[in-house]
């Protein structure tokens, strides 16, 4: 076996997928890749209201969106994985009905996230990369 074939299997995947490596380092590696996020502190009603427009969002919608903003500013989170799995351990899903969603990337299924509509928006709005693993399904709950 090759030393790459042997890492793969290693991780759980296979030399032959040629997704493989960039799923992985997209997991592991993030903080290696990922540019310095925008610091936010919070949205003040001005950009709420741009952002209620701009985007074409729901006043919940919009309500939603900002206080997850708020919980990825204050706790400092650089990815919004941090953000998701705080939300996650605290069980406040529930505080985000209308934006959250159950996703999947590929091997990785039922991971507790936001839609790719918020998800983009979150992006744009912390200037963020988006160098997350490739994401194949979500579904809204």
Same mark, same amino acid.
């Given at each position: ?23 992985? /380092?997209?997991?592991?590696? /993030?903080?290696?890749?990922?540019? %310095? ?26 309500? @939603? /969106? ?13 990815? @919004?994985?941090?953000?998701? @799995? ?20 590929? @091997?990785?299924?039922?991971? %507790?996230?936001?839609? %790719? ?16 693993? %490739? /994401? ?6």
């Amino acid at each position: 076996m090759s030393d790459y074939q042997d890492f793969c299997e290693s991780f759980g995947g296979s030399a032959n997928d040629p997704d493989f490596m960039d799923n992985w /380092l997209s997991v592991h590696c /993030l903080d290696y890749v990922t540019p %310095p996020a925008k610091s936010v502190t919070s949205i003040n009603e001005s950009e709420y209201e741009t952002i209620l427009v701009k985007y074409k969002l729901s006043v919940s919608e919009a309500s @939603q /969106l900002k206080a997850y903003l708020a919980i990825y500013a204050e706790k400092g989170f650089k990815r @919004q994985s941090d953000a998701n @799995q705080y939300i996650t351990d605290n069980n406040l899903w529930d505080n985000f009905k209308e934006i959250r969603s159950m996703n999947e990337h590929g @091997q990785y299924v039922n991971i %507790p996230g936001i839609l %790719p509509k918020f998800y983009k928006v979150t992006c744009e709005i912390l200037k963020l990369a988006g160098l997350g693993a %490739p /994401l194949t399904k979500a579904t809204k709950y």
